[in-house]
């Protein structure tokens, strides 16, 4: 078998971290909030594509173990998308790591779902959720 499956599904072993493998997961991924938004939702979408990718080749990540943090990546990117400067980034991530840990409404619908699709939705869910809540600080507060 391939080694590459598991490198994605972990990023490249930040998956085997500790403590938090999810916050170390979602980490990984802050220096997109120094580039231009449509960077981060790009790496979503290939963070996405790499762990459908992965998820598929292993199946005993399709349970959702600790070390798969691809997910994390794709959903943390999402909130990324309208991080602007150091408060932005900051309520990004601890916007989407409260969500992803407490899972309410659509996010717990998320991660109750199967295989690989439950193992990716959830993180989207609440980087969408992180993601969007930023936007409204913006237009609303940021003017």
Do not use: N
């Amino acid at each position: 078998m391939s080694p590459w499956p598991r490198r994605v599904a972990s990023l490249g072993g930040v998956g085997f971290l500790r403590p938090g493998p999810g916050t170390w997961g979602s980490a990984v991924v802050l220096p997109l909030a120094l580039l231009p938004g449509w960077v981060a939702l790009a790496a979503c979408a290939a963070f996405t594509v790499a762990g459908f990718w992965a998820l598929a080749r292993l199946p005993e990540a399709r349970e959702d173990p600790s070390w798969v943090v691809v997910d994390e990546a794709a959903g943390m990117s999402l909130a990324l998308v309208f991080a602007d400067g150091l408060l932005g980034v900051v309520l990004a991530f601890a916007l989407f790591r409260a969500f992803d840990i407490g899972k309410p409404g659509p996010v717990g619908w998320a991660d109750r779902r199967h295989g690989a699709f439950g193992v990716m939705a959830d993180d989207l869910v609440a980087g969408a959720m992180a993601a969007v809540i930023l936007l409204l600080f913006k237009l609303l507060v940021m003017g």
